[in-house]
């Protein structure tokens, strides 16, 4: 069955470290987004891609990269991690077509110490 | 501001009771996804609409373009249904927009 795998599902880093959180999409999906989830606010979006090679910056995007190099992935990497960026990430990818649905991974829960 | 707005915020409800959850937004959108999202737990999609009603089991969805409105209810409920139900908008340029979610407690 096709899926979307999101890893690891819960790291605890370090003020400062570079961290690099993987989202593996198997439906050969067009679109991938990052989101990050905390409380009090909806899901927020921090980065996404239409198609390899192409990123976006989302309204939360700073202090977060991606790259986009194959359709099945898109690695979110922190460049420095900060305790503001602890939270739950959630990975999603939906077909390119409008009304179709959009599939979510499990989420990454990162504490950053 | 918020795009998405949802009511209410929590919920706690008898099981068998009759429960709505509500969802306006303020951007044109090519479709309404209703998702589910158990504690500790990753997050589903239950429904996506673009007009009208869907039903799937004891949960219905209800969209009203016009009013940019939609309903989530729920019958007959059960403490199963426990979780937090997210109304997300997919604009037209593909990005969604979400609500913060509505956190539904059933008690036996």
């Known amino acids: 069955d096709a899926e979307i795998t999101q890893s690891p599902r819960h790291k605890i880093t370090e003020t400062g470290r570079q961290v690099t959180l993987a989202c593996h999409q198997t439906w050969n999906h067009n679109n991938m987004f990052w989101y990050r989830q905390d409380l009090g606010h909806g899901l927020r979006l921090i980065h996404y891609s239409y198609g390899v090679h192409d990123t976006n910056k989302g309204e939360v995007s700073d202090g977060y990269s991606v790259s986009r190099s194959n359709t099945e992935d898109l690695p979110l990497t922190l460049e420095s991690a900060a305790s503001s960026q602890t939270s739950v990430y959630f990975c999603?990818?939906?077909?390119?077509?409008?009304?179709?649905?959009?599939?979510f991974g499990q989420g990454t829960r990162l504490t950053v110490v | 501001k918020n795009e998405v707005e949802q009511s209410p915020q929590n919920l706690t409800a008898q099981e068998g009771e009759f429960i709505t959850i509500n969802c306006s937004y303020s951007?044109?959108?090519?479709?309404l996804h209703w998702l589910q999202q158990h504690p500790g737990g990753g997050i589903v999609s239950l429904f996506m609409l673009s007009s009208g009603k869907k039903k799937h089991g004891r949960l219905i969805a209800t969209i009203n373009i016009q009013e940019k409105h939609s309903s989530l209810h729920i019958t007959a409920s059960h403490p199963r249904d426990s979780a937090v139900y997210i109304c997300a908008v997919r604009l037209i340029g593909n990005q969604f927009y979400f609500g913060t979610g509505t956190s539904l407690t059933v008690i036996p």
């Open positions: 999603a990818s939906s077909p390119r077509a409008m009304n179709t649905e959009a599939f």
């Open positions: 951007v044109g959108i090519s479709a």
